[in-house]
């Protein structure tokens, strides 16, 4: 029994060792988002592309499209993670949705990033003017190339899967720079 206890106990100590530097990982791959965003936002131009980015926060509230139909699967913000039993940050939501969905542009736009991106899989950035952006990340290809513009509704690539394994959207909105909570913006999905 001392023998089964000290296997276990070194078990838990492993996995919280594993999820510590999972966490550390995560986070050192979003702060690489966030400095590549920023320096995205310092090279763009001032002009606005129209849509209701260009005005910033002062969007109607539910009148965006969802980039895909799913669910919200992780929230914006600070909260715990009973995956790693730590806080983590959420700089955008996970949108559930069946593999293989395509992804469409929430908004008009200049696509800023198009490539793989360490932490968050193959990730579309675009740039709505402003300095206001939308990023659609863990996606199991990209349909868009660096420079091209998109129209709403376009289509930037096929929902992939999160590190978590689960078919999902990662999606981001950034203000100056800053990320937002997407979802007061969404239109309201039928149930």
Do not use: C
């Not at 919200?72 to 983590?88: L, Y």
């Not at 659609?136 to 509704?153: E, F, M, R």
């Not at 909105?173 to 997407?182: A, H, N, S």
């Amino acid at each position: 029994t001392a023998a089964e206890q000290q296997r276990l106990l070194r078990e838990v100590r492993e996995r919280r060792e594993l999820a510590t530097q999972l966490v550390d990982e995560l986070s050192a791959a979003r702060d690489r988002l966030d400095r590549s965003v920023t320096a995205l936002a310092s090279g763009s131009s001032p002009g606005a592309t129209g849509g209701p980015f260009a005005r910033g926060l002062r969007v109607r509230p539910g009148g965006m499209a969802w980039p895909v139909p799913g669910r919200i699967e992780s929230r914006f913000g600070r909260h715990p993670s009973s995956r790693f039993g730590t806080m983590v940050t959420r700089n955008g939501v996970d949108i559930g949705a069946e593999a293989g969905t395509a992804v469409t542009a929430v908004q008009s736009g200049t696509v800023a990033f198009a490539d793989l991106f360490a932490g968050f899989g193959r990730v579309v950035i675009l740039d709505h003017g402003a300095r206001a952006y939308t990023l659609y990340g863990h996606l199991a290809s990209i349909g868009v190339t660096k420079g091209a513009a998109v129209d709403a509704g376009a289509e930037l690539g096929r929902v992939g899967t999160a590190p978590a394994g689960t078919p999902s959207l990662y999606f981001e909105v950034r203000i100056d720079g800053r990320p937002v909570d997407p979802v007061q913006w969404f239109k309201r999905q039928a149930p």
